[in-house]
């Protein structure tokens, strides 16, 4: 049984900084592709920012410049480091990946972020 622990949310204040750590447990093997999802209240979950094996990355354009994302090594966590963060940041923040199969999909349970003054 696949697992991803999520871990690094919190609330800070506009301009602050957070980063985000997933780590998978169980039988794996390196994940092919990593990202990180967020869902506000409301809203739907939307993608944030993506890696793959070769160390290519994606980010939506409301993250672009602020966020990074890195995995490690071994391929098995994923981290998000978030800069300058904007009230509109503020969701729950949830781990996915993708198993080395390609077809394989985890989810984190999902980490509060809640930026505000």
């Known amino acids: 049984q696949v697992q991803l622990v999520e871990s690094g949310g919190g609330s800070v204040q506009p301009g602050g900084s957070l980063r985000l750590s997933c780590t998978g447990s169980g039988t794996i093997v390196s994940f092919w592709a990593m990202a990180w999802y967020r869902q506000a209240p409301g809203k739907q979950r939307e993608l944030v920012a993506r890696i793959i094996p070769n160390g290519a990355t994606n980010y939506s354009d409301s993250v672009k410049g602020r966020f990074t994302i890195s995995r490690s090594r071994a391929g098995t966590s994923s981290y998000l480091q978030m800069n300058n963060l904007q009230p509109e940041d503020t969701a729950i923040y949830y781990c996915?990946?993708?198993?080395?199969?390609?077809?394989?999909?985890?989810w984190g349970q999902g980490t509060q972020v809640t930026v505000s003054s």
């Open positions: 996915f990946a993708l198993g080395g199969n390609k077809v394989s999909e985890y």
